[in-house]
């Protein structure tokens, strides 16, 4: 259990929906990061959050948003939903600062599939 | 930007022998972290073994060890005593070290990893 939790684990929806997935990170980590991982494209990086700011951008479509509460649970919002956002959507916290060791530490994935 | 690869799709082994998964990269850093992550079938992201490019003695995690050539920016993955459990998806990843945590990780795009029996 690597103590990050995401939710929900398995979603299933339809095109042009708008759907959204919760991470809580590991305790006292205050940064959160967002990836996407579908079939044929690996890992990609979408978003970091720090502290309850945004951090960094990776490949994220305008169609999705997300954000970071002052709890530091996380939300990523996918709307208009289109058959290739269907994929596992990754969840991760990292430690900032003095213990940090560089890995980061992932939740166990919300699969997105859109019909 | 860095950049990770894998140049090994898939690899297959039979139990109890020794397989190597590759991995290069690149980067104009000097101070950074590398990381190879398993991802079996339950899709869970789990952490193998992490090394620290400023130390030079290779990193061991039980039957685990890495092969890291700060040089030739190589970092390779050895598993001994290959076992039915270690079929996965193996993914190798570069962070730096800069900024404390600032910023993600950077996969490669994955080595399926096959055990034979």
């Keep these: 259990d690597s103590g990050v939790t995401q939710t929900p684990k398995h979603l299933i929806t339809a095109t042009g929906q708008r759907v959204t997935l919760r991470c809580s990170p590991r305790s006292g980590d205050l940064s959160v990061y967002w990836y996407q991982q579908s079939l044929d494209q690996g890992l990609q990086f979408l978003i970091q959050y720090y502290n309850g700011e945004e951090r960094a951008k990776g490949n994220i479509l305008e169609r999705f948003s997300a954000q970071q509460f002052p709890d530091l649970h996380s939300e990523l919002n996918l709307s208009s939903l289109e058959l290739g956002d269907s994929a596992l959507y990754f969840c991760a916290s990292s430690v900032v600062g003095g213990s940090y060791t560089g890995e980061l530490f992932f939740g166990e994935g919300s699969r997105l599939t859109v019909l | ?117």
């Excluded at chain 2, 991802?39 to 869970?44: A, K, N, T, Y």
């Excluded at chain 2, 040089?71 to 193996?90: P, V």
């Design chain 2, 1 to 117: 930007a860095q950049t990770v690869t894998q140049s090994q799709p898939e690899m297959s082994v039979q139990e109890a022998e020794t397989v190597t998964l590759s991995c290069t990269y690149d980067t104009s850093e000097s101070d950074y972290y590398l990381f190879w992550y398993k991802q079996p079938p339950s899709r869970q992201m789990i952490l193998v073994i992490r090394q620290e490019a400023y130390k030079q003695q290779n990193a061991t995690e039980n039957r685990f060890s890495v092969n890291f050539q700060k040089a030739a920016k190589s970092f390779s993955l050895k598993i001994s005593d290959s076992q039915l459990g270690d079929a996965a998806m193996y993914f190798c990843a570069y962070r730096s070290s800069t900024g404390g945590g600032a910023d993600g990780l950077t996969f490669g795009k994955g080595t399926h990893l096959i055990i034979q029996p």
